[in-house]
């Protein structure tokens, strides 16, 4: 079946740190990849999404492409702030299934 | 702009007790989820619906049962709340089936089960 694995941390860095969250997938078809993001006592909420390979998501400063080839999807910020401190789940959607999360990272940004 | 709310936010139980938690969406999405999220564990499916009156089993179905009876709503009911079923509940909702659509989120529940 499908799946997603990333890295499960906790990832702790100082403000202004190049940060970078792996994600690997495996599933049949093209699915679409997703990053959630969700701050403390929140739920999740969209971060950005690619729909086919080669595709580059971004917002906030986050960025993700969808590489095929490595069946990797890896979330990278130049500059994180302590406001981007939140759990990170990657996430995909294939045809005909239902939605598949990685169990979370744990980022804490440090002033 | 309200997308999907989940009543209540908190909860005690005693065990053996009952509840219902209310997921409503103003999207009028078709795809609805409940998940629950325990610490180590990330989002684990509970139930979903891909319409009105229909509902299907995700993966830790066990001791839930849930309705949608209207379109907007997607009810989770615990009959018999055991310790357990401590956790934080999520439901989500979804336009439909296409591959590239995001799934929006409530602020979940948190169920403490004593």
């Known amino acids: 079946g499908n799946s997603v694995t990333q890295m499960e941390g906790p990832v702790t860095l100082s403000e202004e740190a190049f940060l970078t969250i792996n994600c690997t997938y495996t599933?049949?078809?093209?699915?679409?990849l997703f990053w959630y993001v969700q701050y403390p006592g929140e739920g999740l909420q969209l971060l950005l999404k690619?729909?086919?390979?080669?595709d580059k998501g971004s917002n906030k400063g986050f960025e993700a492409t969808y590489r095929k080839e490595t069946t990797s999807f890896h979330l990278e910020k130049g500059s994180v702030q302590v406001s981007d401190s939140a759990v990170y789940f990657c996430?995909?959607?294939?045809?005909?299934?239902?939605?598949?999360f990685g169990p979370g990272t744990r980022l804490s940004v440090l002033p | 702009n309200a997308g999907v709310t989940q009543t209540p936010k908190f909860r005690v139980l005693k065990t053996g007790q009952s509840m219902t938690l209310l997921c409503a969406q103003d999207?009028?999405?078709?795809?609805m989820y409940w998940y629950r999220q325990d610490p180590g564990m990330g989002l684990r499916l509970i139930h979903y619906?891909?319409?009105?009156?229909?509902?299907a089993k995700g993966e830790v179905p066990d001791g839930y049962n849930v309705s949608r009876l209207k379109k907007q709503n997607f009810l989770l009911g615990l009959e018999s709340a055991a310790p357990s079923q401590t956790s934080v509940y999520f439901c989500?909702?979804?336009?439909?089936?296409?591959?590239?659509?995001?799934?929006?989120f409530g602020q979940g529940t948190r169920l403490t089960v004593v």
């Open positions: 619906s891909v319409g009105e009156g229909t509902t």
């Open positions: 690619a729909t086919k390979a080669d």
């Open positions: 996430a995909l959607s294939a045809r005909g299934q239902n939605f598949v």
């Open positions: 599933a049949t078809g093209y699915p679409s």
């Open positions: 989500a909702s979804r336009l439909d089936s296409t591959v590239w659509g995001e799934a929006f």
């Open positions: 999207m009028n999405h078709e795809y």
